[in-house]
C-alpha cells in the first residue's frame, strides 16, 4: 500500500508569539488514518491530548513529534508551548501506515552549539522492508539577518516535504523543516541536513512500517540444496520409479512382430506375417523370441508337433500368396520358418 500524505498545513507564530496554537487541517480526518504535529519552539510543549510522542530532543529549542490515530472526525488540535514563545507546526494526515506494533526505528541528536550542518542520528536497523521514513531538523538563531531559518539541501535521498520559520525582529526564531523518504529493504538509515547559516539546531528522524508492506523473515538454510515441493509422497515415488529409465511394455509379443513388419514398408496381409527377424531389447525383461528367417526352399514347421505342415516350390507354376499354404487356423504367434 502506498503512503500518502491526505493533507498537510504549516503554522508559526509569525512575528509574534501565542501560549497556544491550533495545528489545523482544511477538513476532517478519516477514521483509521495518522495525524501528526511536529513542532519547534523555544519553549517546552506539552503533548497534545491524545497524541503520543513518537520522538523528541531539547537543547536550545524543543523539538517533537507527536503522532495519533484518527478516531473521529476532526480538523484541528491545541498545541500548547506552556507560555509565550515562537513556534513552528507542521499537521498532516497520513494513510497507508501500520501502527498496529508502533513505530520501528527511531533517533535524534542536538547541541546548543552553532553548526553548519544537523544529522538526524542512525537508526538500528529497521525489522521489515517496506517503510516510510520521517526526518526533521529544528533550528533556533537570535540572528534575524538568517531569516527564514531553513535547509538548503538534505541527503540520502530524503525529500523536502515542509518548511517554515518565525519572523520575529528581536529575540529568539525557530525553523522547522520535515523530509520524508521511502525504502523498500532493511537497513540502518540516517540523513544531513545543511542550515542556511550558522545555528544551533536538533534533527530527528523516526521509521513506520508501511501497511500491507514485505516483513523481513530470514531465508532458512537448504544444507542439501533440495527445492520444497507440495507433490504428495506418492507422486514423487511414482516419479522417483519413472527415473530409473526403465519404460513399462504393455504390447503383447505378437502386436510388437507386427508393428515391426509393418515399418518395413510390408504390404498388409490377412495373415499374420512371421517372416521379418524382430529383436525384442532384454531390459524390459521380456524373453528373446526366435529371430524367424525366410530363405529358398523351407518347410514350414509346427514346432508343437515338428511336423511338416506344407511344402512349397521355389518357383510356383502360378502367382500365389507366399503364406497360403500356412495353417492359419491353427498357427499361433510362436510359428517360425525353418530350413528344410
Excluded: C
Aim: aromatic share 4%.
Amino acid at each position: 500500500m502506498a503512503v500518502v500524505i491526505v493533507q498537510q498545513n504549516v503554522v508559526n507564530s509569525g512575528a509574534g508569539t501565542a501560549d497556544t496554537y491550533e495545528a489545523t487541517l482544511g477538513s476532517d480526518t478519516v477514521v483509521g488514518n495518522q495525524v501528526f504535529i511536529v513542532v519547534v519552539s523555544d519553549a517546552t510543549v506539552a503533548t497534545p491530548s491524545g497524541f503520543t510522542v513518537d520522538r523528541s530532543q531539547v537543547n536550545n529549542n524543543g523539538h517533537y513529534v507527536f503522532r495519533k490515530a484518527s478516531v473521529a472526525e476532526t480538523a484541528s488540535w491545541t498545541v500548547d508551548p506552556g507560555g509565550s514563545s515562537s513556534t513552528v507546526i507542521w499537521v498532516a494526515e497520513v494513510s497507508g501506515l501500520d501502527l498496529a506494533s508502533g513505530i520501528d526505528q527511531t533517533t535524534s541528536t542536538g547541541s546548543g552549539s552553532d553548526v553548519t550542518e544537523r544529522s538526524t542520528g542512525t537508526t538500528g536497523t529497521t525489522d521489515t522492508a517496506d517503510e516510510w521514513l520521517l526526518a526533521s531538523i529544528g533550528i533556533s538563531d537570535n540572528d534575524q539577518s538568517a531569516l527564514p531559518l531553513g535547509i538548503d539541501s538534505w541527503d540520502n535521498s530524503f525529500v523536502e516535504e515542509a518548511t517554515g520559520s518565525t519572523s520575529k525582529v528581536a529575540d529568539t526564531n525557530v525553523g522547522l523543516e520535515v523530509a520524508l523518504r521511502t525504502v523498500s529493504a532493511t537497513a540502518t538509515y540516517e540523513t544531513t541536513g545543511q542550515l542556511n547559516d550558522v545555528s544551533a539546531s536538533t534533527g530527528i528522524i523516526v521509521t513506520y512500517r508501511i501497511a500491507g508492506g514485505t516483513a523481513f523473515e530470514e531465508t532458512p538454510i537448504d544444507p542439501v540444496g533440495v527445492t520444497d515441493d507440495t507433490t504428495p509422497v506418492k507422486d514423487a515415488t511414482q516419479d522417483l520409479a519413472e527415473a530409473v529409465g526403465v519404460t513399462d511394455l504393455t504390447l503383447r509379443v505378437h502386436d510388437a512382430v507386427r508393428s515391426v513388419v509393418e515399418s518395413a514398408g510390408v504390404t498388409d496381409d490377412t495373415a499374420p506375417v512371421k517372416s521379418v527377424a524382430v529383436e525384442i531389447s532384454d531390459n524390459v525383461g521380456v524373453t528373446d523370441l526366435v529371430v524367424d528367417e525366410l530363405t529358398g526352399g523351407v518347410q514350414f514347421l509346427r514346432p508343437d508337433s515338428d511336423l511338416v505342415v506344407a511344402g512349397w516350390t521355389p518357383t510356383p507354376s502360378s502367382p500365389t500368396t507366399l503364406f497360403d499354404k500356412i495353417d492359419e487356423v491353427t498357427a499361433s504367434d510362436t510359428d517360425y520358418i525353418s530350413e528344410a
